[in-house]
């Protein structure tokens, strides 16, 4: 599966899809509602097709919902009922479940096999209009869902989700392999001797977005000033945002491009998150991984990721002996048993390297002959 994202051309007409995505949130919080009423009354969770049974009928008496597909209220319930499931089965580990929404930060409805048709070009009809795209890049495949999403601005984006289509790989095949380590100063450590500093694009637009923060609380509450304050203070969030994307992208192609295989500690982001707060925000390193994963899967690499308890920074890389305990604030430490001085994140990237190496599944001859000779060397 592949998703392609477009944006809408901005025009009067879309005020209909704003309206149709106000509606689907209408009908998300009532069936929030009826999920809260049914489990005080029974103890039990609502069965989705007897939800999807009871909005049906309350569609036929009520204009507004009948704004949103069949089909987009249908996969409303089918989403709802899948947080209800993951709540019940995670409950223990701290998964809340779904809750209300305020209409006007509801940002989308999805349609499936019905309600929109392709016209050809740029052009696409929703429900009984025809509305305009920037058509970056074609369309390939079946198409398997579309959504119409919501920015904060107001700005109209379309999400199409097609059936994968086989394209020819770029494989550059550089027989390296290299184990990275994160850290809070230097965002990545690589095994090989270099570091990549993040250039932390939220601390530096820190001052900008306080000011526009500081401007939109003093506006008054429901006037025109006021939304365009927030408007404001939106896209300055939105320029870190894209800044910080446009950095990883760059970074996931460059660091492919340089090794065939890439190692990994798994990472407590929440747990980072409780300790660090902003500056763990700021790195978004779950982001990146993400961004990461995908280029690699395009051009045929591999990304691996090893125990999250193994003890990389207290290991030494040079006889693997165990420290008991190392503060954080020790960067540099003399191994006991060799005496050789480590650098606390260059000797984490080693051994991540080291216990990633064996733990590969090899699907390509070639890259198996390879990564052997790199382990026998």
Known sequence: MKTLKFKLYSHKRNRYLKRSINAAGVIYNHAIALHKRYYRMWGKRLNCARL??????????????????????????????????????????????????KVKKYKSFTLKQAGYKFLGGNRIKIGSRVYQYWNSRKIEGTVKTL????????????????????????????????????????????????????????????????????????KQKGSNNREQARKHLVRQHEAVSSRRRDWFWKLAHDLTNKFDVLCFETLNLKGMQRLWGRKIGDLALGEFLAILEWVAKKKGKQVVYIDPWYPSSKTCCCCSHVLESLDLSVRRWRCPSCHSVNDRDRNAALNIKRVGSPTLGVEDVRQDLILQSLLDA
């Open 147 to 218: 959504t119409i999403k919501r920015t904060p601005l107001g700005e109209l984006f379309m999400v199409v989700v097609v059936d994968s289509v086989l394209e020819p790989e770029l494989k550059i095949m550089t027989g390296k392999i290299a184990g990275f380590d994160f850290g809070l100063k230097t965002f990545l450590t690589c095994s090989e001797g270099f570091g990549v500093d993040s250039p932390q694009f939220l601390k530096v637009s820190l001052n900008a977005i306080g000011k526009a923060s500081r401007q939109h609380s003093l």
């Open 52 to 101: 999807q049974k009871h909005i049906a009928k309350l569609r036929k008496r009520n204009p507004f919902w009948q704004l949103v597909g069949s089909q987009a209220v249908q996969d409303i319930c089918q989403r709802i009922d899948k947080a209800y499931q993951l709540f019940f089965k995670h409950h223990k580990k701290e998964v809340r479940p779904p809750g209300f929404k």
